[in-house]
Every structure is written in C-alpha cells, then in structure tokens.
C-alpha cells in the first residue's frame, strides 16, 4: 500500500459512490459513520474516515482528526463518541453517560487507529501536515500514556472496561466477564439501535442489560479512573486494544523522529508493549486471544482481532495456518469469529460478520510481515464490497449485506485500500 494517490488517477463508479458517502455523512469537522443508527462522531470510525478523506481532501482529513481530540478529557483519554449535537433517535445519549468533558461524550475509550493513521496523513504530505502533527502530537502522547496507566494489567497486556470500549461490542471474548456483571436495577431504557437494523443483526437485550449497567456504574463514580479501577467486574484484556495501541506507539516514535519532537519514552513502552503481548498468547489453543483480567480464563476464541498481531508488528508462526484455515472456511475476508467456532453467527454483529476495516489492518499488517495472505484479504475484500455495497459489515459465507447501510468507514476502506491494486 502506498501513501499518496498518483495525481493522474482516475476515479471509478464505485470510487465516487465512496466519496460522495463521506461526503454525505460529514456534519461539518466530522463525519457521522452513517445516518440515523450512528448520529454522532465515534472514535475509530472517524480516523478511518480521515484515511477516506485523504484521498480527494487532505485538509479534511487532518480536520477529522483535530475534531475529534477536541474531546479529548484532562486525564488523556478520548472518547469513543462525541456528542456534538442532540439527536433524540439514539440512546444511550449524554444524560445517560453524565461526563464532563470539553464536549458532551461517553466515559469510555475506542482502539486508538488515529495514533497510527496521523502519521499515514502526515507521510503523504509532509509539507502540509508538519505543523498540523506538531499540535496533535502531545495529545496523541497523552492518550497512549492514558492507555498506558488505567488500562495495562499486571502481565502487561491492555484491556477493556466495557465491551463498547473495544469497538467489537458482542464478541465472544466478553461473555465470560459479562457473566459476571449482574443488571440488577439497570431500570427501562428504550434501544434504539433495533429500530434502525434488524435485531437478528445485533447484540441481545442479555448484552444490552449489562451494557447499560456498565455505563451507569461509570456515571456514579463519575468516570474517575481510579475509582473505576476498584471491584471493576469487567476487566478483559483484548487483542484489538494492544495490537493497534503498539501500532501506534511505533508510528509516533517514526514520525516523533522524523520532525525532531520529544520522543522520550516510546521505545520503552513499545518494548513493554511487545513483551505484555505474550500474555495474550493462549497457549492451549495456539493463538492470540482475550482473557478475563477477573479469573484469568480465556475466552478461546479465533477472532479477527488474533489477526491483529501483525498490525501491530508482533509475529507468530502458527497465526499464518490459522488465518489460511479462517479463509479456507470463509470467502468474504476474514470474519469476527473463526466459522468453525459453534458460537459463530453469520450475521450477529461481532459474532461472525466480517468487517472491511478490520480486513484492512490484518490485511496490510500481514502484507508488511511479508505474509503473502495479506493480498488474499484485500482481495476479497474488495470484491465484497463491489458486489455487496458500502454497508456496515458482511456475511463472510455469503458476502450478504448487513447492519447499517451508507457506511463511512467501508467507504473509507474502498478508497485507502481496498479498491487499489495491490
């Protein structure tokens, strides 16, 4: 993959279906990842559409990201949604979150892409970028050391306090610790989500009950880290978080370099980044994987975010058999769970589907690693979504569109990645 698209491109059909989504899912300095079930800007969506924008709009990538740390708390954290303005068809909204941050958010994280993709805006063009990266460096900093401080377990591995921190909200990898959270007293509260996408295709009221429980546990603590520490009963040390954390902090070190800025300490938390991953080597199994923090039991699972590692600059042998078993079994890219696994679904959000930006960071980390695999990704990626739109996420079986339709970051993935030639 390369940086830069050659001035003498030529844009096709699909090229500008892509664009004119980011386009209309801009809401002036952000972007929406699509109309009605997403209404405001979220964390990785929006650095993903900043990858998007950055093929016809440079300025406007680098504004989506400037948006986006405008949110960032004192403490370093970012949230994973900015409620910039109110919109009454999604819930849970700011009254139900109760933060005080600079602008309305929730209290929880997303994995930190922009950390990675920043330097992906500033290396197309250096010129232009410089003194925008200076001014987000410091702040990128302070979310990696945020990370760093609340969110790193005693083996050193990075995890969640919430399965919508993770971004892979009803994946397999919680249900463990979900088991351990008891919604007693969560009260009536009216999902939205469902009235937007089929509820076949997303999480169970089970998981919502103790979302909402999570997220109102958060507000009487009033999201202090270290309250939220104490007695925490979900603690989940996820792969997505570390691999793209550890992408992160590379790329700063990279950029940090490159433009003379003060990169003290980032190769000491890469190295203890790089060795607290070992700790999410599920030895029993043979792969990558998440584990309750609680109880120390794992969640043996082969998710695509075990394909992560390579993103992340972490190798191991046996995830190359693993990702070619995934393929051998799924046509559309690598899914949320290995088909084999008896808790896979096709179509239930991060149970089975597939999705085109995760596709795109094992893709282009297995690629980087010299791992022939990577093209295969992409490949089949691209031709997902040719067939099947710019939709949320994807049948891996079928190529099947599902969840939300119009969405930002496959549109974003079509245009960075998948719709170029390898």
């Given at each position: 993959?390369?940086?830069?698209?050659?001035?003498?491109?030529?844009?096709?059909?699909?090229?500008?279906?892509?664009?004119?989504?980011?386009?209309?899912?801009d809401r002036g300095g952000y972007t929406v990842p699509t109309a009605g079930l997403y209404p405001y800007q979220w964390n990785w969506d929006s650095a993903f559409a900043a990858l998007?924008?950055?093929?016809?709009?440079l300025n406007r990538a680098w504004q989506e990201i400037e948006t986006l740390f405008t949110g960032q708390w004192e403490s370093g954290m970012v949230p994973h949604i900015l409620f910039h303005k109110p919109d009454p068809g999604y819930f849970p909204g700011p009254d139900v979150w109760g933060c005080n941050g600079p602008i309305a958010s929730s209290g929880i994280t997303q994995p930190p892409v922009a950390l990675s993709f920043a330097p992906r805006l500033l290396r197309q063009d250096p010129d232009f970028g410089a003194e925008r990266f200076r001014a987000l460096y410091p702040k990128m900093r302070a979310w990696a050391d945020w990370f760093l401080r609340w969110r790193r377990d005693e083996k050193g591995a990075i995890?969640?306090?919430?399965?919508?921190?993770?971004?892979?909200?009803?994946?397999?990898?919680?249900?463990?610790?979900?088991?351990?959270?008891?919604?007693?007293?969560?009260?009536?509260y009216e999902r939205r989500d469902t009235q937007h996408v089929d509820a076949s295709m997303r999480p169970t009221k089970y998981d919502y009950d103790r979302y909402i429980w999570l997220v109102q546990r958060g507000k009487r603590l009033g999201w202090d880290d270290a309250a939220m520490a104490e007695g925490n009963p979900f603690r989940v040390a996820d792969p997505t978080m570390h691999f793209i954390l550890?992408?992160?902090?590379?790329?700063?070190?990279?950029?940090?370099?490159?433009?003379?800025?003060?990169?003290?300490?980032?190769?000491?938390q890469i190295a203890g980044l790089?060795?607290?991953?070992?700790?999410?080597?599920?030895?029993?199994?043979?792969?990558?994987?998440s584990y309750n923090c609680n109880n120390g039991i794992w969640a043996n699972a082969l998710t695509n975010a075990s394909f992560l590692c390579w993103f992340g600059g972490v190798s191991a042998p046996e995830m190359d058999r693993h990702l070619q078993r995934v393929l051998d079994a799924a046509p559309y890219g690598v899914p949320s769970l290995a088909p084999f696994d008896p808790r896979f679904?096709?179509?239930?959000?991060?149970?089975?589907?597939?999705?085109?930006?995760?596709?795109?960071?094992?893709?282009?980390?297995?690629?980087?690693?010299?791992?022939?695999?990577?093209?295969?990704?992409?490949?089949?990626?691209q031709?997902?979504?040719?067939?099947?739109?710019?939709?949320?996420?994807?049948?891996?079986?079928t190529g099947e569109a599902a969840g939300g339709k119009a969405f930002t970051w496959t549109a974003a993935v079509w245009l960075a990645w998948a719709g170029k030639e390898g």
């Open positions: 993959m390369t940086d830069t698209l050659p001035p003498e491109a030529v844009f096709s059909e699909r090229d500008e279906a892509a664009k004119a989504i980011l386009i209309a899912n998007g924008f950055a093929r016809f709009d995890f969640v306090i919430h399965p919508w921190e993770s971004g892979r909200d009803n994946a397999v990898d919680w249900d463990n610790a979900m088991e351990g959270v008891d919604p007693q007293g969560v009260g009536y550890l992408r992160g902090l590379r790329e700063l070190l990279v950029a940090g370099d490159h433009l003379g800025l003060d990169t003290e300490g980032l190769e000491a790089e060795e607290g991953a070992k700790a999410l080597w599920n030895t029993g199994m043979g792969f990558f994987d679904d096709a179509k239930r959000y991060w149970r089975g589907p597939t999705w085109a930006m995760m596709n795109m960071m094992i893709g282009e980390g297995a690629a980087e690693a010299g791992i022939a695999l990577g093209e295969e990704v992409r490949k089949r990626t031709e997902v979504i040719a067939n099947y739109g710019f939709v949320e996420y994807f049948d891996p079986m």
